[in-house]
């Protein structure tokens, strides 16, 4: 389906940094050597992890030209991202997918992004600003051995960059015929002499989602906010601060149906918000080995509306 966007801008003032290499320019020898963690939970060569993985980068999210990170997972081979409606997914791998499939497990720097109460992903709020992705790793296959019970078919990693590595200002801009607009902003800097941190706002306002022989009123506006910090407490001790939230808004579906004389069923109005933070104090050994202890919270509250 065409998504013509009209108005792209962009701002950008940043600090120097290190040039990203370009991997449309890199060998075979080269892509193997790309640097993975979630098939055995520590660094490692990708040509080395016993899994079947696909890894996505931040040069692959800079040139796909996505605006949200379901977007992105759709170049992932093997793993099936169906659009239900406007607001709504099912995302899963090795078949069987709803859209609360329970056996896909979804991290985001180590925090499981999983609804224990219900028992899926609520992949409407699952965004955050992109830029600030260091790389997506996705595991198709078992993976409970090393992450538990729900990850039987497959692990996304979402895994987003030290902010020592966004320091500046980053503002964007755009809108067309299905994204009616999209505004976020990101702002990085140095906090004291061995920190660094970021924070960032993000809105977007999606149209409805067209269907055959209905009008379909399932249009929805998201707002996300959050910030990260990273503090050096020595020469082998790191501390990681990190916290988000989110507000959906969002209409349920009303159909036309074409009857003699034609009714109208209305299933409402629904929406979502939601609260998370987690810290992380990671210790490196002599041997280069790591510790780490972590922690997070999080609180939530979804009404999909009432059928009438």
Known sequence: MADMRWLTVLLCVSAAAAQEPDLGDASLEQLLQIRVSSASKKIQPLSQVPAAMHVITQDDIRRSGATSLLDILRWVP????AQIDANKWAISSRGFNTRFANKMLVLMDGRSLYGVDF???FWDVLDTFLEDVERIEVIRGPGATMWG???VNGVINIITK???ETKGSIVQAGGGN????TAQARFGFAAGRSGYARVYAKHVNRGAF???NTIGDDRWNSTLGGFRSDWDLGRADRLTVQGD???NQRQLNTFLVSLHPPFQVNSGAGGAHGVSTQARWTHTHQNLSQTAVQFYAEGHSHDDGLVL
């Open 210 to 212: 067209p269907m055959d």
């Open 78 to 81: 093997g793993l099936e991202v």
């Open 149 to 151: 019970a729900n990850a």
């Open 119 to 121: 028992g899926g992903i």
């Open 245 to 247: 939230l989110y507000r």
């Open 178 to 181: 299905r994204d009616f607009g």
């Open 162 to 164: 030290h902010s020592r």
